[in-house]
């Protein structure tokens, strides 16, 4: 089935928003390593990687349905907080933000009667979920710590547990 005008666009445009995601979050990574804060940027670039997976997602999506990604310039960047908590508030806002794109996409897959592109959007919109419910607790995290130092190192710990898994038909 050919894949509609307005639906192609859009979904060239998320490959952009996908990667830029990333782009904000290595960013993030850049402060919290200069910060001193290992476990933080450790679980930012997790993010990170879990955003260029999802780039890759849409990049697959478009070229199998035989058109081509025109990519986009990515858009200049913060690369300073004032605290990790603001980073963490930015990464949340910016969370819902792609949701908000993930379900325009939908939208318009339904509109435009694109079944195969809904399966894709079904799998971004749970993930989208997740998405800002993991940011979201992070976010409560710092909140409740505010500034104290042994709160924000425990924080820190923790998060440097996460690493990124590739899923099996993304690393072959
Ligand atoms: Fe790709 Fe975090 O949304």
């Known amino acids: 089935m050919k894949l509609n005008e307005k639906l192609y666009k859009k979904l060239n445009e998320q490959v952009k928003h996908e990667l830029e995601s990333a782009y904000i ?21 997790a993010q990170a990687q879990e955003e260029i997976m999802h780039a890759h997602k849409f990049f697959n999506f478009i070229h199998e349905r035989g058109v081509k990604v025109e990519l986009q310039n990515l858009e200049i960047l913060k690369t300073n907080w004032k605290s990790p908590l603001e980073a963490f508030k930015d990464a949340l806002a910016h969370e819902e933000f792609i949701t908000g794109k993930i379900n325009d996409l939908m939208k318009l897959a339904i509109e435009v009667n694109d079944y195969a592109a809904k399966v894709l959007l079904d799998w971004f919109v749970a993930e989208q979920v997740e998405e800002e419910g993991s940011v979201g607790k992070v976010e409560q995290m710092l909140r409740r710590v505010g500034d104290s130092a042994n709160g924000l190192m425990m924080i820190d710990r923790e998060l440097g547990k996460r690493v990124f898994t590739p899923p099996p038909s993304e690393g072959e």
């Open 25 to 45: 979050y290595y960013s993030m990574v850049s402060y919290f390593s200069a910060e001193g804060l290992d476990g933080m940027a450790q679980w930012m670039t």
